[in-house]
């Protein structure tokens, strides 16, 4: 069985190829995700992609991944800034983290300079677009050992 990550957007990434084009993209939420789970194929792990307006979603599928994954790839929108309860729940489990964001936060407002995802994330990716999920996956899967032989068992 192929090891299972999740891939945890917060709030507005369902609004993802609408929204802000020039700073995140014209790529939709859904073609995200399909592209997530084809790199998850491509290294051997099983990709379940999950998106939340609300908080404690994202709190409750963190606490999932606790008990039944391997990783996780997050990226709590606005979450990320605000979050004590996100932080908590990510320090209460023992998944390597990746935490992604489309734009470069250092390069915007001021309040999205601080992160209370990062001090509990096993890595940051920022500003590199979709292609950061990609690079996500891809390090997750060789810190749990999955391979691309596994996706053919």
Not at 11 to 37: C, F, H, Q, W
Request: glycine residues 10%; negative net charge; contains cysteine.
């Amino acid at each position: 069985m192929k090891p299972v990550v999740f891939v945890l957007n917060g709030p507005n990434l369902n609004l993802l190829g609408s929204r802000e084009p020039a700073v995140y993209g014209s790529l939709t939420l859904e073609d995200l995700e399909a592209r997530a789970r084809d790199v998850g194929h491509e290294v051997g792990l099983t990709v379940d992609c999950r998106q939340s307006n609300h908080e404690g979603a994202l709190v409750d599928w963190i606490q999932e991944a606790g008990r039944s994954a391997q990783g996780i790839v997050l990226n709590a929108g606005a979450f990320t800034h605000t979050s004590v309860a996100i932080h908590d729940a990510l320090r209460s489990v023992a998944t390597p983290t990746i935490e992604v964001h489309l734009s470069n936060v250092h390069a915007r407002e001021s309040f999205r300079h601080h992160s209370y995802v990062s001090a509990v994330a096993a890595g940051i990716i920022i500003g590199l677009g979709v292609d950061g999920y990609d690079f996500a996956l891809r390090a997750l899967a060789r810190r749990i050992g999955a391979t691309a032989s596994s996706a053919l068992a």
